[in-house]
């Protein structure tokens, strides 16, 4: 069974520091392309970034303001989000997602935006920035 597990998530204050994590089982999380997005209340779920190891790269769309890091521990099937100077703004549930990549050279900053590609989702973790 495909799952993937978020955690991480917590009440920090503006300019704290977390990192997520999204621990795979059930596929190998490096034939997949693996992104994180995050849902605020009464809003759209938006994408932050995407990592593929079939193509070596690494998105981020403009969610991630240049403070967001995406990374990937291959032997541990899970893939990481550091998130550093958050904002209020930056409130949201945080959700990681896969899908099965079968070609390569095609991942860009659009698949990172793009919810409709991704099939497989996690629960997600909250993150709550206090002023």
């Known amino acids: 069974e495909v799952q993937l597990v978020e955690s991480g998530g917590g009440l920090v204050q503006a300019g704290e520091s977390l990192r997520l994590s999204c621990a795979a089982s059930g596929f190998s999380i490096g034939g997949y392309t693996i992104g994180w997005f995050r849902q605020a209340p009464g809003k759209e779920r938006e994408g932050i970034s995407c990592?593929?190891?079939?193509?070596?790269?690494?998105f981020y769309t403009h969610s991630a303001k240049g403070r967001f890091t995406i990374s990937a521990d291959y032997g541990e099937n899970t893939v990481y989000l550091q998130m550093t100077s958050l904002e209020p703004e930056d409130t949201s549930v945080y959700y990681c997602?896969?899908?099965?990549?079968?070609?390569?050279?095609?991942?860009?900053?659009?698949?990172?935006?793009?919810?409709?590609?991704?099939?497989?989702w996690g629960q997600g973790t909250l993150v709550t920035v206090s002023s």
């Open positions: 990592i593929s190891k079939i193509d070596g790269t690494a």
């Open positions: 997602a896969a899908f099965r990549q079968r070609i390569a050279g095609v991942i860009t900053v659009h698949t990172c935006a793009d919810v409709t590609l991704f099939n497989y």
